[in-house]
């Protein structure tokens, strides 16, 4: 956890005042900067102390065997790991021979402010030496949107009580020494010194790196080049040493004088070149960046982000806590997946090495939506990158006996990495997530090129796996058996009802496309029977419904279960799976993440509104949230049946998951989903947002801690912003065609400059459902530190004043 | 595969006549001896060129990390794997010179016995050696039931072209080198060099060796001392070397001159005791059996085996084939339970390291059986083995979050060592299997002092466990949800019929014992009220029947699961779990071994003869038989029903599984439960014999392909022999009180001196089952070749005429 002081709260910014060393790790990740390909966690410019060392790229990973106690058949055999590539953050700092750390000597005043305007890391201390020398330092750290292969630093060092030696090295280190693993120890073993060097250089201000991964051979690039502005006399020199090389910048300072340096860090990886090409390559993009110089790239980072809030800033008033998270959460996303290019969008974006650096459906289930909605090129790229790995998906699903493709559950490369397989290989639902993540993104977008490109390859191989992975009974209807669906805490169920109702979806949205493209059927060979046959599989797909209970079943089975015993299970026992075995948690009731209620939210129509009230207090009470992706879900079903304030605590807890720590591993990157989830609480919860076949609606309606919501999304080129208050919704047409849309079931036509407001229906009255003891969420407080109470108009969170730009970033 | 000529077909010996280096691995198999405690492979003497080497002794093991790619709460972290001990086998000879190795040279003829009336393995073989001095070899091995730390060599060479220079070593060694192995390199490293030497010391003529294992600290002391028998001249002397040591007899022999040599061995091991002790009490064992002399070895041997076969034997005639395998089981079965003495039986008995030489429910289920009615005492040892492992059970059970006593799916030493949950802590009906073991040694053999003993102890923590892990559903049934049955081609299903109805006998059988002993429920804590609920799950407990198909379900969901594609599967593609998913096989209708099957002879009287029939051939057509714990359960019921050819054909699989090494992994020991198996195919199928509170009824029905069948079973305290044929049965008490048995539904009161014979009523006819394509059991044949054909009648097979005696065995 994350005491609720640690960082201020500010609309635009993410603020700390004083280091807590304990929560060293954490804000790395928090501080982290990452333009989807390069990404630098945000650790101390001299890197000590540190938690976890990290520099990324997307996609740059070791192979490790797999390991298992019992063979079997179809077990994937290899793992694929993040690597922590070429360190060149580190910029150390020397007071008359004394190194800065902030562990000696007095830490007088200390700053770190991320600002998400500016994409800017800036950092200034006041630090008195154990000699009694005492300096000003003042850091900002960019990795540039525009730029891809590039971060860059600024550092500044002035004496502030009398003359001192200054010298401040710039390193570019491989292979540096990492804290202690856990775990198995070959996939550790990989992972110490995993690089093994190809190639050095220097001359008197640059240094070039060049390093292959033992196994996996794939080749990294680093180079640094510097810009040293000091007094007369300020030497500098570059060094060479095994796996890094360094510059150092010497003077000797006055007070009112100041040593400042600007490195500029190029990072590149391929499979395929070759060290020249990759040396080369570096040094190409380390001459553009100069020539861009730091204030050029600050610019170029600040129209980028510019342009991005323009189009998906959230505005939230009445909590401020909240409106800050949202923007975090937002400019976490961005990074996520701004530049990845036909790379994965892993769990943890590029911020940490938890889940190994892998993607999941995190990506196109929880990121996609909002990238879709706000920077679709991103989700673009995203959905690319599966259409890359499709032959891989394919031999899987060969391998496993099935037709079409099987996407993996866990991966770096697109080869599945899973190796537990009751909740890897069975999670088949992944590839249902990945056909609708296409069909949001052209009905989003209007993407012909891509529809009839790589998504329609995406759909008609996904549908080809669900046909071959179902059967009909003797009564006709369709069932999916022995399948794990969203819900972790069961698995190898029959007729998940998630999965039946996405893969639904899925063979008709195949049997569509192929109508619509009957070139490209030809070409994958898709006839009029096959075509046929996967809407008759989706037309007698079975619904699990349970007539005694009155609500549906997320499987077969699972309302016949026993119920958990919620009452002898203590608070320190959660998450159950740290606490009771598999086999126990799969045969009962008790639900680790929304499934059944993620289904109400993406496969809405299939359920009436009586229908998704009732499910949703059944399965609330069955629900632990032992995962960070079920709060946004329950947030939006929540808000949909009435039970605005719960909804409205669901939002805080995926909004501040990270800020918090909630789930104590924040220190390992941050939970990229949770952060978009966020989004989806509040656009598609509050905001009440749904797209079918082009169409978009809304039902907005806000929570008594909330006293207006904005927020814009963008649809088929139009840019759409819609404002919601207690009282009413106004739908500002900003750019584009006139478009129709729904607004609580009522068709409202909006045109550029002729905005339309319609009032807000009363919100059904139900009683509020329950939670299993002790895991209802944390109530969202009043100003009063009081729980919101349910009464509208309850006094909202104040945020501080927002803070004024950093002084380097402001030059 | 063993071609059908590699043995002699003989009634009481297996007979090898020329040596096929290829099935050399398999040989020493099924040439195995052991007592139960000691086990040696048939390894040539001269220890080289060899399949596999072995030596164990039962419980000796070493300890290994178990490897996950995922961790997961309550996964056993600790594997343990049967450790090849000091191998006292080896006996070499130099002829000349040269060594006698039968790669090189030439081997005039070869010939090995192993004789089941005299537990002796004897070879001969005359060889030439590459210069061209030509020897006779005579070996006899044994390992004694009557002395359980003594195996025992007599080795006599004679040259018999000219006079020759012999030397025999006789050789004691540690950590001897092992064959690569492949699998987890972890486990393989434990096993490399797995003994550290704590003492070595020798005499003239003798040598002791004492090592600990690394990891687990187990001790093991072996010694061996001497009889040499010479000419005059003949030189001994002794000499020891790293982690070994040897005796080197030599002399210059001339024709018609022989140079014998007796080697004892003794082998013991402690967890608790020290090296002087366990020093001194191999040197203590030897001098026992020194001062027995090998003749007297000999008859203590021939004894022991002797009243086995009095109170055992199985006269198969009309099958000289299966004759001769059932008594080979017969005998590999005595020696994998003779003289355990509180150590489990495990899966190959102590005849090679196949499954980590850990034991599993073979043996309550399959082994037990077999023991109870011929040899009590060793079925008694074995359940005081599992008795002995209660504390770590119910330590398991908590760690599990459920009551009672949870019993490893696989162990040696009772610590859970499966490394893949589905097929290996879900697999709950292990407990009811120990359960029913436990009822059907007191109800065989009337033992009162284990029944309120470790009978009670084991029933009522059993129980226990069946109680909390079942819940009741809204209408009062009682459910055991998630389990997986004996059948691991599914796996974690609601309500196994196999375990619902072994569970339900098991809560009755607790609640009974609580009411015989109430002391002794007092001791235990149970109550009235506890009892009660047992009762009350009993006969609440749900079995699943399909009322659409009109049979009984394997669990709640199987019938309703699609048929697995058998036309589609290549006969190349079984054992099916090398080229299927795990996740495939368990959504599917496709059955590795008998399951609800073998429900319906264990717990034969929860279904009508009717369902049987039913049941049987709906199951038989989705049977693959991919393990061989499944034959001898269908031979049963087939035979039950009236397909009686059919159960013909089960038997011979079950007992040839070795002697044809029908599964290819004979090399890695034998299959003592489908040896026991073949027993339970002729008393429990064509013998019809069960048992239920001490009732004992028979239905005997032959085969066509046989003409008589006649079988012993001790009944508290009786020796009862039937005798089958096509015609009639005949009950003869050899033993003890009068009896009431009940034979094809009649009441028959026997006594001794006044047999009873009763005619065979006609068998039902029906139609043949199907199996699935390529499935079949191998057809027995008649002599003259063809498949035996269903008319009562046909010719039989006929043995080989019986072997006599070996030379050495003679004297």
Redesign the interface.
């Known amino acids: 956890m994350i005491r609720q002081d640690v960082f201020a709260v500010e609309p635009w910014s993410l603020r700390e005042t004083s280091l807590d060393l304990d929560l060293l790790a954490q804000s790395e990740s928090v501080f982290a900067l990452s333009n989807g390909h390069l990404g630098w966690r945000g650790s101390l410019d001299e890197g000590d102390p540190r938690g976890l060392p990290g520099s990324y790229l997307n996609g740059f990973h070791e192979v490790h065997p797999?390991?298992?106690?019992?063979?079997?058949?179809?077990q994937p055999e290899v793992?694929q790991t993040l690597v922590n590539v070429t360190n060149g953050k580190i910029v150390r700092l020397f007071v008359d021979d004394e190194p800065f750390d902030v562990r000696y000597g007095e830490l007088r005043s200390h700053e770190r402010i991320l600002d998400f305007r500016t994409g800017l890391l800036t950092r200034t201390a006041e630090w008195v030496s154990p000699a009694g020398a005492a300096v000003r330092v003042r850091s900002g750290r960019l990795v540039s949107f525009t730029q891809r292969a590039i971060g860059a630093i600024c550092y500044e060092v002035e004496p502030v009580s009398g003359p001192a030696h200054i010298a401040i090295q710039s390193v570019l280190i491989a292979n540096e020494p990492m804290p202690e693993p856990d775990?198995?120890p070959r996939r550790a073993a990989v992972l110490d010194q995993p690089l093994v060097m190809e190639h050095q250089a220097k001359d008197d201000r640059s240094v070039v790196l060049v390093h292959r991964t033992r196994a996996s051979r794939l080749c990294v690039a680093a180079a640094m080049d510097h810009i040293v502005d000091g007094p007369p006399g300020t030497l500098t020199d570059a060094r060479l040493y095994e796996d890094g090389g360094m510059v150092t910048v010497a003077a000797s300072l006055a007070p009112g004088q100041r040593l400042r340096l600007v490195k500029f860090v190029a990072l590149s990886w391929s499979s395929q070149r070759l060290m020249p090409a990759m040396r080369d390559q570096v040094w190409a993009a380390l001459s553009a960046a100069r020539q861009t110089t730091w204030d050029g790239l600050l610019a170029e980072q600040r129209a980028f982000l510019g342009d991005f809030w323009d189009r998906a800033d959230v505005q939230v008033e009445g909590d401020a806590e909240v409106q800050q998270a949202v923007r975090f959460g937002l400019f976490h996303v961005l990074q996520a997946g701004a530049r990845g290019e036909n790379r994965p969008i892993p769990a943890k974006g590029l911020t940490g090495t938890g889940y190994d650096g892998h993607t999941f459906w995190d990506a196109e289930t929880f990121v996609l939506p909002l990238l879709t909605m706000t920077a679709p090129e991103a989700a673009a790229s995203a959905l690319r990158w599966r259409h890359a790995t499709l032959p891989l998906a394919i031999e899987r699903a060969g391998?496993?006996?099935l037709s079409g493709a099987a996407f993996p559950w866990r991966t770096i490369t697109g080869r599945e990495c899973?190796?537990?397989?009751?909740a890897g290989?069975?999670a088949f639902h992944i590839n249902a997530d990945v056909a609708d993540a296409v069909i949001r993104y052209v009905d989003a977008t209007g993407d012909e090129e891509f529809d009839r490109g790589p998504g329609f390859d995406l759909l008609v191989h996904t549908a080809r796996l669900w046909r071959s992975l179902g059967?009909h009974?003797?009564a006709g209807r369709f069932?999916i058996?022995?399948?794990t669906g969203p819900d972790e805490y069961s698995?190898?169920a029959?007729d998940n009802l998630y999965t039946n109702l996405m893969a639904k979806q899925n063979l008709v949205a195949a049997a569509d496309a192929a109508g619509r493209y009957p070139d490209r059927a030809r070409e994958l060979g898709v006839g009029v029977e096959e075509a046929a046959s996967w809407r008759d599989a989706a037309e007698a797909m079975h619904i699990p419904f349970d007539e005694?209970l009155g609500v549906h079943s997320q499987d077969?089975?699972f309302t016949?279960?026993?119920v958990w015993d919620f009452a002898a299970t203590r608070p320190d026992q959660y998450p159950l799976?740290?606490?009771?075995?598999?086999?126990?948690l799969?045969?009962?009731q008790v639900i680790k993440q929304a499934d059944l209620v993620l289904a109400m939210y993406l496969r809405g129509r299939a359920f009436s509104a009586e229908q998704k009230a009732r499910n949703f207090e059944y399965y609330e009470a069955l629900t632990v949230r032992d995962s960070s992706l079920s709060a946004c879900a329950q947030a939006v079903i929540a808000a949909e049946v009435g039970h605005l304030n719960l909804a409205y605590d669901y939002l805080g807890e995926a909004a501040l998951m990270d800020l918090r720590d909630l789930e104590n591993d924040t220190r390992d990157g941050l939970h990229i989903a949770s952060l978009a989830g966020a989004w989806i609480a509040l656009v598609g919860g509050f905001g009440g947002m749904r797209i079918h076949h082009g169409n978009v609606s809304f039902a907005p309606r806000l929570p008594a801690g909330l006293t207006r919501l904005t927020f814009t999304v963008l649809l088929r080129g139009r840019r759409l912003r819609v404002e919601v208050t207690h009282d009413a919704a106004r739908y500002v047409l900003a750019a584009g065609e006139p478009i129709e849309i729904m607004h609580h079931g009522d068709l409202v036509r909006v045109a550029e400059g002729a905005p339309q407001e319609r009032p807000i229906p009363p919100v059904p009255q139900r009683p509020p459902p329950s939670q299993p003891p002790g895991r209802a969420p944390a109530p969202r407080r009043t100003a009063a530190g009081q729980p919101v109470t349910g009464l509208p108009g309850a006094a909202p969170v104040l945020g501080a004043p927002a803070g004024t730009g950093p002084g380097i970033a402001g030059q």
């Open positions: 797999l390991p298992y106690a019992e063979a079997a058949y179809g793992g775990g198995d391998q496993l006996g899973s190796g537990y397989w009751p290989t069975a059967h009974d003797p069932h058996d022995g399948v698995a190898l029959d005694a077969e089975r016949k279960h026993q799976l740290l606490h009771a075995p598999y086999f126990d799969y045969r009962k």
